[in-house]
């Protein structure tokens, strides 16, 4: 905490009270002046000799500043044509003074190993004028940030320690001095610019600007070192004006440098590199930053990103770097990781779209070694297996295969070390000049990175305490060296020390630590055992006499210790292999041989196999590797075989024969499992007790060509130059089959799209087909005469076509098995084109066909069917800019309803072209690639929904936000260390596949609804450059909550509400055929109801009640949210007023006027559809089956009176869709993809008429309104009429299925609903809407209503309403389709046209109109629903809830309000007599986990905050009253799992994840104390009361409590304001072994007794299920409450002696600590995590993920 005092920032000068000059010095003319430009007082150092006019801080050079700041603000304006110098003096940690100088002097960097030397100049901007020299005449003020730390780093490999001095010398003026670790942007200040993604100048820091300028036009901002530009070889001159400042690097051997700017800045933290993109006038990167509107909704630098390292740190010049605060870098770089931050961002009605960040998280590889085979290590525990796969480090659990990665090295991986703690893993990359890294095993964050003195690091070895690590490798003249580091303060923040280094001419091919003792090592190799010692800093090594043994070539070694666990050398025995099959046993102490043994092949006679082994004479068997247990010893070898043996060697105990050479074996620390790896690329392990081999991962031996992925049963085939073709399960990423071609080498692969067969392409121009059933060949063409180099299917897999290098172009038909030729075109594709994945492409409708050729700088495109050419462009055309013809190299189409094609080109540029037309889509004629790669783009993407481009550049992967028209620039992720030759989104779209040499799978963070537009459509809104900023607080306004409750019509109907009756004189009954009511069915993709949780039902306990029980302890007042994962879970009749819709496992209705609730209950899973009878008197709900059903539940409800009059179990998978019939005597129910049964009911007694197994998936049915006798269903390419013929009491069924027409294209049929007689409409995953004349039974019209699958149809007099995945609702006049019909197929959809459109905030899901289709309410999959008036064109909330988890409830000390908090990043406001949403504060990209209101303080109780906890250990407060966030500070590293305030308000305690509390003022962010004593573990609960019992003995205002995720609670009393706080009590309570509830450990929860100030309760895992009640005064426990289940979350209520305990049983207890007594209530379909009751005790609060239920306790 000593530098607390410096944060947020330090004004040095004040601080140090320059005007006083007693702790600072002047030398010379210094004087305070008064400056025009900033109006006030600065001071001018002047004079001829800088050296003689100065200021120092402090005033004597044996003192020091000791200031930590990571940043220095330097404030000044250089005097014109003079020169100036700024010193100063830097201590590292080691205290090494360092001294930075900046100057105008100087004309080029130096450096010495104590001084730097950097010029500063100021650049007058004329293509003349040498840029090293004075200071122009029109100088301006400058803000030069210096950030030490990096500096120190980039250019000395030296870690800052504190600023010692400072020395400003003439001739400049000079405002201040400021210090923080804080990056602030200067051109930002005040309130107003609060909200943008950046950390703003403080007011007292900031420059003044006048209003109506800009700060670029008056000011100059100067980085160093730059954080997004390189640095030129020589100095860069501007044509503009005015003067701008630039720092010169060094030239041979450019650094990250400074910017210096004149224009915005943009930043972005990200794990991913940000490169400029290239001018097109000029070859070098531009260096003109760019404006803020580009990344109004990025993330803020990071507030504490020195916690983890710099964001990035070169070491030293040969490590070059030209990207922006990263996590990862491109090939040849090596960076260090750190946190990113955001701020609150508002929604804006700007619907341009921004890439999440990253967009990309790596799930999975294929692979195994890369580097060599040998590097495969167990964990200690034996749990997790660590290997890497080329550049990457993978931990894979053995047990449940799952993988996590060590991420930074940018090339293969060569040598891999555990410590015996599972602390520090240490890796070295193989390109030389060798790089290390020391990562923390269990976080995954590295440490250290450091360049080894080792050219090549071949091998390396940790002692057991990981103290010690020793390398073995290669220096630059080829000779074996030895190095010792010391290790052991590095994870204390400390650096790796070179212990000891040492040459040998002796061969090392095996290193290792010894057990016995850190300092003692031994090697083997050629001809040579040697055993190591570390002493007084020096390696030595003495020989082992091998006697006859001498010229051996060994290969590995191992230690064995004594079965006593004896630590002394003489315990310990060396066990040493050989390449001739020999294994020597080493005494350690006598450095003699003991035993020696030898490996032979025993042969059967004609046997070629050897049967069994033998130690004798003879050839040996070569043995590779070797690895001992205290009771058996495993040999690997050259023949293939794992053998394991025990110690005496007297016969084999098991062994294994793999595929290939056994390159390394590692027995577990168990001794019970063998790890074995080949040099074929198989990694697994053989387990000793069931004997059974267990294979972990196979690997490509060389690097992967293509890849192509199978949709149905979730496979993935890869092609490689090790000449086999192989097919992986995507689940699993296990290999499936392998497929080898010992002569003719597989080139190109892709798969049948409905067929169990894959196609692929040969180096001798053959085209096979493999059955993958049959795993053999089945049909084989060879029209080729040279290399295939593309190859691809149509869509429909009608047609199959193929490329070669000799131009000629094949097309096949496959519409049968036996596949054949069609057509043979030659010169037709590019002759001497690469092959490439995307070498061919086809439209995703399967309509084109496009290549590169008949030349390179042409692409062709083709009819697919035909091969008839349609459009030809030159691509050497397009580049005007450049002196040479530009070439294609890879093509790709966008989805069908873009129409574009995009082509990758020679000169790393993207070009966006009309497939039908050739012109060019994008403004900027190209899509320009940042920077120059000199590898070729041969493979590129995008996403079904166009959002992302997925490009291959070099070793790395590229993406674009292709919806955005001016995208900010791409993300680049690294993790290959070759070139990566193809990229591919998995068919889902959730996941991206990039092969070169490895396999890597990522997932796709993107959200799966996407409000994003495809490109070129018109947007619903824009926010065009002149756009005020960005909100902080509220939401857009057409997401706030509504102000007024919209009335259903103008007219309001009979307020009849939920207990409506039939008018007098009426049965109930109307007459639908007349009515216009509208009609509507829904998606099912959507296409089946997903279950947002697994539900859960309570377990039958005495006393449980449902929630609307009368008469009982609690009643279910309100539900906060809506189930946005169900389909059509909402109706609404505006002519009744009924209002129902589902949240969870209830159906909720709700009086739109008065917002009363009614809560029907009884299901005992999540409901997933919901109908409405036609008479409006019979609501029937469906949900899935819970864990204690084996079907799925439909209840019947009564309308008027609200009861549950049915319980039918139509299915065994969850129910997809409910109709009624017209006249209401019918329902139809639909079950999902699993179920596919189609079941009848009849009304009248619920019994069931007609059950049908559907033979395809089925995603929506309906009723024909004009006649009872019919429905249809639409699914996968079928539209299927049913006619209801009754007999009798029979029922039977008569089917008629008509296929969908080629032109309505190849998407599924997802929902419909019925017109006029006789249309019906149907929609498409693929957005369209087409017309049937369901008397003829054909389509006669389609239109492209949507770019999404269309969920909703709904039919009104001549009115269409659909509703999108896009979130788009659009209302189409449909009037004239009726007389279309007369016209069949030649009917054309101009005559449908757009009226409205209103764009939601997630996929359609639910949707109910009045007659006319003026009004609505339509649901959302983001759990919304909004009330729609499309002649208003408004759609206003109704109904809201969090997406995510609700983490925390608070209220106001009013209790007029109450808040909310989640993992959506989202704190909410609501009104809590209406629970209507009041104010929305949301933080992208972040989870707010914790959240405390501020009780009232000093007497102003209008002054409420919210204090918020982040996932990225940052505290927000918010201001209720002005909407704003106040502050933001960043009192943990990590993330923060509880919040409160003090009595008084004035000060915050905040707990994290890794145990530490923090004491912070909420007005000025500074953190005053953290307290660590329950370091270690999560901290669960901070409870704050104030002190009312004086029998504790001890001092203070508040009394306050930590609980720990270890069962322990501390109790302490405070007074914040003198500085006090004091420990009451420590109490620790028991846990047993295995206390886990539903796969997760009960948290550990305390809170004080609101009614006796003496008493504590505690819940937690413990011994018994159990609330335990503590006396602080008696210091024992005093009573203890049973309970059934362990406790998810505890609240007591203030105003009564009531206890509410929720469990993850889906159970709430509520228990009368004064009676005795308990009862427990049902409601929620997930575990209950949080309780909270009011101020007041009348309501209670409870939470089961995003659900949140209001409970009264009556008599309150």
């Not at 996929?1403 to 759990?1423: H, L, R, Y």
Request: glycine fraction near 8%; include cysteine.
């Amino acid at each position: 905490m000593a530098r607390a005092w410096q944060h947020p920032f330090l004004n040095v000068f004040r601080h140090f009270r320059v005007d006083e000059w007693k702790r600072s010095a002047k030398q010379g003319d210094v004087a305070v002046v008064t400056d025009k430009t900033l109006k006030g007082a600065v001071y001018r150092i002047r004079g001829s000799v800088s050296a003689a006019n100065y200021i120092q801080l402090p005033k004597s050079s044996t003192q020091s500043l000791g200031l930590t700041g990571r940043y220095l603000y330097v404030l000044f304006r250089p005097l014109p044509s003079k020169h100036f110098v700024i010193h100063l003096d830097v201590s590292s940690k080691d205290n090494q003074v360092i001294r930075v100088s900046f100057s105008n002097l100087f004309k080029e960097f130096k450096s010495t190993a104590t001084w730097l030397q950097f010029p500063l100049v100021l650049e007058a901007r004329t293509p003349q004028r040498d840029l090293v020299g004075l200071a122009p005449s029109g100088a301006r003020w400058t803000c030069l940030q210096l950030d030490l730390q990096d500096v120190l780093l980039v250019y000395l490999n030296r870690c800052y320690g504190h600023l010692k001095s400072i020395r400003l010398c003439a001739s400049l003026l000079v405002r201040n001095l400021y210090t923080s670790d804080l990056c602030f942007e200067p051109a930002i200040s005040g309130a107003q610019w609060a909200k943008l993604p950046v950390t703003p100048m403080p007011r007292e820091m900031a420059f003044p600007v006048p209003k109506g300028e800009s700060w670029h036009d008056r000011y100059i901002h100067v980085r160093f070192p730059s954080e997004s530009l390189k640095v030129p070889s020589k100095p860069i001159e501007k044509s503009c004006s005015p003067p701008e400042a630039v720092l010169l690097g060094p030239g041979p051997q450019p650094l990250p440098c400074p910017v210096a700017s004149s224009k915005p800045v943009r930043f972005s933290v990200s794990p991913v590199v940000q490169t400029p993109s290239p001018t097109a006038q000029s070859g070098r990167a531009a260096l003109a930053p760019r404006p803020f509107p580009e990344v109004s909704l990025s993330q803020e630098r990071s507030d504490a990103s020195n916690a983890d390292g710099p964001g990035f740190h070169s070491l030293e010049p040969w490590a070059q770097l030209e990207a922006s605060d990263i996590h990862t870098a491109a090939a040849g770089t090596h960076v260090l990781t750190h946190e990113s931050a955001e701020v609150p961002v508002a929604r804006t009605g700007s619907c341009e779209g921004f890439l999440p960040d990253p967009v990309l998280r790596l799930k999975g590889v294929i692979g195994f070694g890369g580097h060599g085979t040998r590097q495969a290590l167990w964990t200690p525990d034996g749990a997790a297996v660590v290997y890497p796969c080329h550049a990457v480090i993978v931990v894979l659990l053995v047990d449940t295969g799952e993988q996590r990665f060590f991420l930074g090295h940018t090339d293969k991986v060569s040598a891999l070390a555990l410590d015996g703690s599972s602390s520090l893993l240490a890796s070295a990359q193989a390109r030389a000049p060798s790089v290390m890294r020391l990562w923390d095993f269990q976080t995954g964050r590295c440490l250290c990175l450091f360049r080894s003195p080792m050219h090549v690091v071949c091998s390396l070895s940790f002692s057991d305490s990981g103290a010690l690590l020793c390398g073995v490798g290669k220096d630059h003249h080829g000779r074996t060296m030895v190095v010792a580091w010391g290790t052991g303060q590095v994870g204390l923040g400390g650096e790796v020390v070179v212990l000891a280094k040492a040459h040998t001419d002796f061969d090392v091919q095996a290193f290792r630590v010894t057990f016995f003792d850190e300092t003692r090592m031994a090697s083997c190799g050629q001809g040579s055992v040697r055993l190591w010692r570390l002493r007084g800093g020096v390696l030595r090594s003495c020989p082992v006499d091998l006697g006859e043994h001498h010229a051996l070539q060994f290969t590995d070694l191992a230690f064995k210790q004594a079965r006593d666990g004896c630590p002394e050398p003489s315990a310990a025995m060396l066990f040493v292999c050989s390449r001739s099959g020999h294994i020597l046993e080493i005494d350690c102490q006598r450095m003699v041989v003991r035993h020696a043994r030898r490996l032979l092949p025993t042969r059967t006679p004609g046997g070629p196999h050897p049967q069994k082994q033998t130690f004798s004479s003879g050839p040996g068997i070569a043995i590779s590797s070797l690895s001992v247990s205290p009771a058996m010893c495993a040999v690997g070898s050259e023949d293939g075989f794992l053998r394991l043996w025990p110690l005496d060697f007297s016969s084999v105990l098991l062994e294994a024969e793999h595929e290939g050479p056994v390159s390394s074996v590692c027995v577990s620390p168990d001794g019970l499992r063998v790890l074995s790896a080949t040099s074929s690329g198989h990694l697994g392990f053989l387990d000793t007790l069931s004997r059974v081999y267990h294979m972990l991962a196979r690997s490509h031996t060389a690097p992967v060509l293509a890849l192509a992925m199978e949709q149905r049963r979730g496979q993935l085939a890869t092609v490689s130059q090790d000449r086999t073709v192989r097919i992986w399960d995507l689940a699993t990423l296990q290999q499936l089959y392998d497929f080898t071609s010992s002569e003719d080498a597989p080139c190109a692969v892709t798969f049948h799209p409905t067929r169990p067969t894959f196609f692929c392409g040969f180096s001798s121009g053959a085209v096979r087909s493999f059955s993958l059933e049959a795993a053999e060949v089945l049909v084989e063409h060879t029209c080729h005469r040279g290399a295939v180099t593309g190859l691809t299917a149509t869509p429909d897999g009608r047609l199959l076509f193929s490329s070669c290098s000799q131009g000629s172009l094949a097309q096949y038909s496959c519409a049968d098995p036996q596949w054949h030729v069609l057509r043979v075109a030659a010169d037709m594709v590019c002759p001497d084109a690469p092959a490439s994945p995307s070498a061919l492409a086809v439209s995703r409708d399967g309509r084109l066909l496009a290549f590169v050729g008949p030349s390179r700088c042409t692409v062709t495109v083709m009819g697919s069917a035909s091969l008839d050419e349609l459009l030809r462009v030159d691509i050497g055309t397009l580049d005007l800019a450049s002196s040479r013809l530009d070439s294609a190299m890879a093509v790709c189409f966008g989805p069908a309803a873009l129409g574009h094609l995009l082509v990758s080109t020679s000169s790393n540029r993207v070009v966006v072209l009309d497939a039908v037309s050739g012109r060019i889509i994008r403004e900027s004629t190209v899509f320009q690639l940042p920077g120059v790669h000199p590898e070729p783009c041969p493979s590129l993407t995008l996403s079904e929904d166009a959002r992302f481009l997925l490009i291959a550049a070099g070793r790395t992967i590229k993406v674009w936000d292709y919806a955005t028209q001016a995208s900010p620039g791409p993300q680049v992720y690294i993790g290959h260390s070759e070139p990566v030759q193809a990229v591919a989104f998995s068919p889902d779209q959730q996941q991206v596949l990039s092969a070169g040499d490895a396999v890597f799978l990522w997932d796709v963070l993107a959200p799966t609804e996407s409000d994003q537009s495809f490109p070129g459509a018109p947007p619903a809104c824009k926010t065009g450059p002149g756009a005020g900023p960005l909100e902080d607080a509220a939401s857009r306004a057409s997401e706030l909550p509504r102000q007024q409750v919209p009335k259903p019509c103008q007219a309001s109907p009979p307020r009849l509400g939920v207990c409506a009756r039939p008018p007098e004189g009426g049965d109930g009954a109307r007459d639908t055929r007349n009515s216009g009511a509208p009609r509507t069915t829904y998606l099912a993709s959507c296409k089946a109801f997903t279950p947002a949780r697994v539900s859960c039902s309570p377990h039958s306990a005495k006393g449980t009640c449902p929630p609307p029980a009368s008469g009982g302890w609690l009643r279910l007042k309100a539900v906060v949210g809506y189930s946005g994962n169900g389909r059509a879970n909402m109706v609404w009749r505006p002519d009744t007023g009924f209002f129902a819709y589902t949240c969870g496992r209830l159906v909720v209705v709700e009086d739109l006027h008065s917002g009363a609730q009614q809560h029907w209950s009884g299901h005992s899973a999540e409901i997933s559809t919901l109908a409405l009878s036609h008479s409006a008197q019979v609501l029937a709900s469906a949900s899935g089956r819970s864990s204690t059903t084996a079907h799925c539940q439909i209840r019947v409800w009564d309308v008027s009176g609200g009861l549950c009059q049915h319980l039918i179990f139509p299915h065994s998978t969850t129910v997809l869709a409910l109709a009624f019939s017209p006249d209401d005597r019918l329902l139809v129910t639909l079950g999902d993809h699993d179920g596919r049964t189609l079941a009848l009911w009849g009304t009248a007694t619920y019994d069931l008429v007609s059950s049908t197994r559907l033979p395809e998936p089925v995603h929506g049915v309906a009723f024909n309104p004009w006649d009872a006798g019919e429905l249809t269903c639409v699914g996968q390419g079928t539209v299927t009429f049913w006619l209801l013929q009754q007999r009798g009491a029979d029922i039977s069924l008569q089917v008629r299925r008509e296929p969908v027409p080629e032109a309505v294209g190849a998407g599924e049929l997802t929902s419909l609903c019925y017109g006029a007689p006789p249309l019906l409409y149907c929609g498409t995953s693929s957005g369209q809407v087409c017309v049937w004349d369901t008397r003829a039974g054909r389509c006669f019209l389609s239109w492209e209503a949507d770019d999404g699958g269309i969920g909703l149809l709904l039919f009104s007099g001549s009115r269409l309403v659909s509703g999108s995945s896009t979130g788009r609702l659009r209302l189409w006049a449909v009037g004239a389709v009726s007389e279309l019909r007369c016209k069949g197929s030649g009917a054309r959809s101009s005559s449908v046209f757009m009226e409205h459109e209103l764009v939601l905030d997630g996929a359609v899901v639910s949707a109910s109109f009045d007659d006319s289709v003026d009004m609505g309410v339509v649901g959302t999959t983001a759990g919304t629903l909004w009330f729609v008036s499309w002649a208003e064109g408004t759609s206003t909330r109704l109904i809201s809830g969090h997406r995510s988890k609700v983490n925390e409830v608070v209220f106001s000390p009013g209790e007029s309000h109450c808040a909310t908090c989640s993992e959506d990043g989202s704190v909410r406001v609501w009104a809590l007599a209406s629970m209507e949403l009041v104010i929305q504060f949301q933080v992208l990209n972040q989870s707010c986990l914790c959240l405390a209101w501020s009780p009232p303080c000093c007497g102003r109780p209008e002054q409420q905050r919210l204090a918020a906890g982040y996932g990225d250990g940052s505290l927000r407060i918010f201001s209720v009253s002005r909407t704003a966030m106040e502050l933001k500070m960043h009192p943990h590293p990590v993330a923060l799992t509880t919040v409160a305030f003090s009595t008084d308000g004035q000060t915050v305690l905040s707990g994290d994840k890794d145990g530490l509390v923090a004491v912070s003022h909420p007005c000025t962010g500074t953190t005053f104390r953290v307290l660590s004593d329950h370091q270690g573990a999560p901290i669960s609960t901070i409870c704050v009361t104030c002190k009312e019992c004086e029998d504790l003995g001890v001092e203070g205002t508040d009394l306050w409590l930590a609980a720990s995720g270890d069962q322990r609670v501390s109790v302490w009393a405070s007074d914040w304001l003198r500085n006090h706080c004091e420990l009451v009590d420590w109490l620790s309570f028991p846990m047993p072994a295995t206390t886990e509830t539903q796969g997760h450990l009960p948290p550990s929860l305390a809170a004080f007794c609101p009614w006796d100030g003496a008493l504590l309760m505690y819940v937690g895992p413990g011994v018994y299920k159990e609330v335990i009640i503590y006396n602080l005064c008696q210091k024992q426990v005093v009573e203890k409450i049973p309970l059934p289940f362990f406790a998810m979350s505890l609240s007591l209520s203030p105003g009564t002696h009531l206890l509410a305990v929720g469990f993850a049983e889906c159970m709430l207890r509520l228990v009368d600590c004064a009676m005795g007594t308990a009862q427990d209530f049902a409601g929620h379909d997930n575990a209950v995590h949080l309780c909270r009751f009011t101020p007041s005790a009348r309501l209670l609060f409870t939470a089961a993920r995003n659900e949140i239920l209001v409970w009264e306790v009556p008599g309150l």
